[in-house]
């Protein structure tokens, strides 16, 4: 699960909905990469970490880390 995706989303008022629509893929899909059903790419997090205008490392890299300890 992507904590810091989810919480960065909602603190800018975007919705599942608006994300999706951006990255061009479906609500379905983009709710899915944030609880972790589905493998987030590498040119995604690019992707997703330019709209928030930050690098990927601050969005992903903490829960990166706490998945792989599992």
Known sequence: MYVKLRQMRKEHGYTCGYMANILNITKAYYSQLETGARNLS?????????IFNVKPDEIFYEDHLKNRLK
Do not use: G, T
């Open 42 to 50: 590498y040119h995604r997090a690019i992707k997703i970490a330019q």
